[in-house]
């Protein structure tokens, strides 16, 4: 696992690589790693398992464990997986380029909400609003189905 | 009734964002269902939902806050339809619902609480809180619509930013993915499904519900700032010149970030931010100033113009 400092860097060439294919599996594997840094501070070993076919998905949903305010990236994992399969599936399309470019801000979202939310004291304060329902107690049970 | 009927006539919760810095979505809301024949009567003497500040302190206290806005629009106004179109009042309203309908200790604060303050005690189930968007869109419909558009927002290229907590916690929206004709909380599609009908191209935007940092935009302002800057950077890359709101926090976040990102980062990313309130009023014939397009913090009235619609 790279620092984040170094997974920053490295969405900038990932995304402008001229391989398309090439730069798709970087960007995983930033979005993947971004994850694991997640995982990892809260002490937790990162799961090698995956969901529909992706460790991504599978690694989101072990890092909302218990943090439902976490599924406030989860559309963005979806979507890095999205733009990942245009681009795998279909590289010879004219706009694979654009899409890779557009995977590249997809994952810088989801670097810096997990940064941005690494950085607030006592991990996962970024999205209030889902607070509460963070709390233990009475929601335990709906934090075990949304996440 | 069917639903269309009964969205005729809402009770309307502004909330204290549409008195302040959302003026301008408060002033458009009204402006349309003005312009559409939609009755809005405003809840009598509401109160805050309970924000993000009570909820993270009390978060009982805020499940009484929402519930008394809706005991006043059921009790006091015989109402059966509570209409927020922010975004937070909206999720604040529907997880105090959700709260009452499965939590004992909820009910149990909420009947104390509203004793102490001398109002009928809310029951969970006597009124539907429904968004700005679902009103349009079950009341009017695209159809109805684009039977009354006189100036087509064709050539106009809309992403439509949804923010965070018009679709989480999945659990507190039962009545989404519930099919054909709900709205999707991974994808949701209702303000698209809208501007469209308006005659705007939507373009493909994969942040429509990411993130804008809102609630953290004055104490980590620079984290906002880049989340903003990314989702605007993104809707300029999907080919977009205006992002459409539906949430006064994420509008206002992302227009001040905007001014923010230029001054701080040296990023100018140049693209319109409106309601889509503002967009689809115009659409619907209504001057600018009609739909407080003055009031929005960025300028786009020589947008507009060069797009006929001012």
């Known amino acids: 696992m790279r620092p ?7 969405l900038d060439s990932a995304g402008e690589s001229p391989d398309v294919q090439d730069g798709a599996e970087q960007l995983l594997r930033i979005g993947e790693e971004v994850l694991e840094h997640w995982i990892t501070v809260k002490g937790e070993v990162p799961t090698d398992d995956r969901r529909e076919g992706f460790r991504l998905l599978a690694l989101h949903r072990q890092g909302a464990k218990g943090d439902p305010s976490f599924n406030a990236c989860r559309e963005t994992c979806r979507e890095i997986v999205y733009h990942y399969n245009l681009i795998t599936m279909q590289p010879e399309l004219a706009d694979s380029t654009n899409r890779l470019a557009m995977m590249k801000m997809i994952c ?31 929601y335990n049970a709906q934090t075990t189905k949304e996440a | 009734m069917t639903t269309k009927d009964k969205y005729k006539k809402v009770a309307y919760y502004p909330g204290c964002a549409l008195e302040g810095t959302g003026h301008a979505y408060n002033r458009s809301t009204k402006a349309i269902g003005k312009k559409l024949g939609l009755d809005l009567v405003e809840v009598k003497n509401w109160n805050c939902c309970g924000a993000m500040e009570v909820k993270n302190v009390d978060p009982k206290l805020q499940t009484y806050l929402s519930s008394r ?20 009042c909206y999720h604040n309203l529907k997880k105090a619902e959700y709260d009452l309908k499965n939590d004992k200790e909820s009910v149990e604060v909420v009947d104390r609480l509203s004793k102490k303050a001398g109002h009928k005690t809310y029951e969970s189930g006597q009124v539907e809180t429904i968004h700005a968007l679902d009103w349009i869109k079950d009341a009017i419909g695209e159809d109805g619509l684009r039977e009354r558009v006189k100036n087509s927002l064709s050539g106009i290229k809309v992403a439509n930013y949804y923010g965070c907590m018009y679709t989480r916690p999945r659990h507190i929206f039962p009545e989404k993915d519930a099919g054909p004709g709900s709205e999707s909380t991974s994808k949701p599609h209702f303000m698209d499904d809208l501007l469209a009908a308006a005659g705007a191209e939507n373009v493909d935007f994969p942040l429509k519900t990411a993130c804008c940092g809102g609630a953290h935009t004055l104490s980590d302002s620079d984290t906002s700032t880049k989340l903003v800057l990314n989702i605007l950077k993104a809707a300029k890359l999907a080919g977009a010149d205006v992002i459409a709101t539906e949430c006064p926090t994420c509008h206002t976040g992302l227009e001040m970030h905007q001014i923010r990102a230029e001054k701080r980062l040296g990023v100018k990313v140049e693209i319109k931010i409106l309601y889509f309130t503002q967009l689809l009023g115009m659409a619907l014939g209504l001057k600018p100033k009609k739909v407080g397009v003055h009031e929005n913090i960025s300028s786009s009235l020589s947008f507009l113009k060069e797009r006929g619609l001012a």
Not at chain 1, 4 to 10: D, F, K, N, T, V
Not at chain 1, 119 to 136: D, H, M, N, Y
Not at chain 2, 69 to 88: F, I, K, L, R, Y
């Open chain 1, 4 to 10: 984040l400092a170094e997974l920053e860097s490295g």
């Open chain 1, 108 to 138: 810088s979202h989801l670097f810096l909400f997990v940064s941005g939310k690494m950085q607030v004291a006592e991990l996962g304060e970024f999205c209030c609003s889902s607070k509460p329902i963070r709390l233990e107690s009475e």
């Open chain 2, 69 to 88: 806005v809706m005991s006043v629009a059921a009790n006091e106004m015989d109402m059966d339809v509570v209409m927020a179109p922010c975004n937070g």
